[in-house]
């Protein structure tokens, strides 16, 4: 049995399974509580072109991700089902680094995450959050597909 499971949530159907599977273990009694955490990663800010602005300001843009990630981590809390109350932590900065970082401060003893279906090359260049929070987790780490 674990006392806390971290659901990493990003809107994909991948996440919103691991959702599911946190929900059912929570309902069989294997998870006491759930932390679902969306993490925001902001684009780099790119220079414009003298004479060209953008349609919006950095405080917009960044509301906007906000309500952006509220909105999926409300699906996602009402995915896990009913009986099942779960914490929500939205943050920003590079997903695997914040998830572990978030695990850590919270004592979570299970991290559930899905599986992204990455092709190879994309998986040589730039890594999956799944993989690179599975070789760095203090913790157990389950995968869902």
Known sequence: MYEKAMVAVDGSQHSFKAVATAGD???QGAIK?????YVMNFPTPRVMPEGMSLDFTPAQYHNELIQAA???TEKA???LGPGVNAKVIIDSGPAPEMILQ?????HVDLIIIGNRGLNQLQKL???SVSSRVV???????LIVK
């Open 125 to 127: 260049l730039l890594g």
């Open 25 to 27: 273990l929570a309902r």
């Open 77 to 79: 809390r009402e995915q």
């Open 135 to 141: 070789s760095l987790a203090t913790c157990h780490v």
């Open 102 to 106: 978030e695990a850590e401060k919270h």
């Open 70 to 72: 509220e909105v999926i």
């Open 33 to 37: 509580e759930v932390i679902l955490i």
